[in-house]
């Protein structure tokens, strides 16, 4: 049998499954395999159960994939690239409120609600409760100083505490859900613990969900017990704001602020003007990509930059490797924040590009100047080889980040 380039590939070649390991001492670049296939933008790679499918590394093949209807998100027909602990087999239909597994219409419907509960009265409220959060967060680090883990002290209570202003979580019931945000995203802590940790978020989201038709206030769920939803489906969509929008921030200010500290002239030039500040963030966004892969399956034969996929095959898309295509963004291992990063793909594209994105900026946007104007010699504590990495989990990042600084 010939080699068609148009052909899901050559069998004589065995497809390589999906790189994972970062070189030592570069913790901020994806693994080199994925980079360099800037060249080779979409190629047969194997999964986790033998399914031969598709990598993409490209940025406009990852654009043209994620933007068409022809293919699925729904997560029953997908094969994932890595082995799932705890799931042997096909991976279960999306849940109740989780429209990141589903197609339109359904998708459309749960999409429509809730992108018009995301206002602009609503963000510039969020804004005004990101800047007090941080304050908060930051009085407390330099109470309890001169040394921090950033992670525990900022990176994660500064997302979680939005989440639950978002979602009406009254204060009473912050510490629990705090707790059990802290078991669902701990490294350390096993499956089992993990799902009794969800398990219970969900039962407490359900309540909530029970007292908001009761009580409304101002907030998203109670705006959402005025819809045809039911209350499984608050929950769900609960729970699905909690895992997209906590984890992923978290680990972008974790990530982001060793990123800065590794790279001083960035620092400098962020410390110098605090105006740079969206386009920092934009800039770590594209550089650290910390949400990687996303997975759809093709409907429908289709062909993407002169490769055909199937009808049935799954393609994976290396948001990390995209973001890096020289193609793109000129120079796209270096970190540079007056770089325009526009079209970066770290929320994704097409329909299901991040709801809450507008919020998470927000967040980034007022919390790496904060933190770095209060700690004016912020510094890691540890080496940079001793940051534990988070290279196991579905969200990229730092287990914890060693800080410290000088007492005036």
């Known amino acids: 049998m010939s080699y068609d380039p148009k052909s899901p590939g050559n069998p004589a070649d065995e497809p390589p499954t999906l790189p994972t390991d970062r070189r030592a001492g570069c913790p901020f670049d994806p693994p080199a395999e994925l980079t360099a296939l800037s060249d080779e933008p979409v190629r047969r790679m194997r999964y986790a159960d033998g399914h031969l499918g598709h990598l993409v590394t490209g940025h406009s093949a990852a654009r043209a994939v994620l933007a068409d209807p022809r293919f699925s998100s729904r997560?029953?027909?997908l094969h994932t690239p890595l082995p799932i602990e705890g799931l042997s087999g096909q991976l279960p239909p999306a849940p109740a409120g989780d429209i990141t597994g589903l197609d339109a219409p359904d998708h459309t419907r749960y999409r429509r609600l809730l992108t018009g509960k995301f206002t602009v009265r609503r963000m510039r409220q969020l804004t005004e409760r990101v800047e007090q959060f941080t304050t908060e967060c930051l009085d407390a680090m330099e109470a309890?100083?001169?040394t921090a883990d950033l992670v525990e002290a900022f990176a994660q209570p500064v997302p979680t505490l939005m989440i639950c202003e978002l979602l009406g979580v009254p204060y009473e019931g912050r510490e629990r859900f705090q707790s059990q945000v802290a078991t669902i995203f701990d490294q350390t802590a096993d499956a089992a613990a993990k799902g009794e940790a969800y398990t219970a978020l969900l039962q407490y989201l359900g309540e909530l969900v029970l007292a908001k038709r009761a009580e409304p206030t101002d907030d998203l769920l109670s705006d959402l017990t005025a819809s045809d939803l039911t209350d499984e489906e608050l929950a769900g969509i609960g729970g699905l704001l909690l895992a997209a929008g906590l984890d992923t921030t978290a680990n972008m200010l974790g990530l982001g602020t060793f990123a800065l500290l590794s790279n001083p002239d960035q620092l400098d030039a962020l410390r110098a003007d605090p105006g740079l500040a969206g386009q920092t963030v934009e800039e770590l966004l594209r550089y650290?990509?910390?949400a990687d892969p996303l997975m759809r399956s093709a409907l429908e034969d289709v062909e993407v930059?002169?490769?055909?996929?199937?009808?049935?095959e799954t393609v994976t898309v290396s948001v990390q490797a995209a973001n890096r295509d020289p193609h793109k963004f000129p120079d796209p291992?270096?970190?540079?924040?007056?770089?325009k990063a526009t079209g970066h793909l770290a929320f994704?594209?097409?329909i299901h590009q991040c709801l809450g994105q507008q919020l998470a900026r927000v967040e980034m946007t007022v919390a790496f100047p904060a933190l770095l104007?209060?700690?004016p010699t912020l510094r890691l504590a540890v080496p940079p080889q001793e940051v534990p990495l988070r290279d196991r989990?579905?969200?990229y990042g730092v287990i914890s980040l060693p800080v410290t600084w000088d007492k005036e």
């Open 288 to 290: 650290l990509s910390v």
């Open 373 to 375: 104007a209060r700690f």
């Open 393 to 395: 989990a579905n969200i």
């Open 75 to 77: 997560y029953e027909l």
């Open 144 to 146: 309890a100083g001169p």
């Open 305 to 312: 930059e002169g490769r055909l996929i199937r009808a049935g």
């Open 348 to 350: 994704g594209h097409g």
């Open 333 to 339: 291992d270096r970190l540079d924040i007056n770089r």
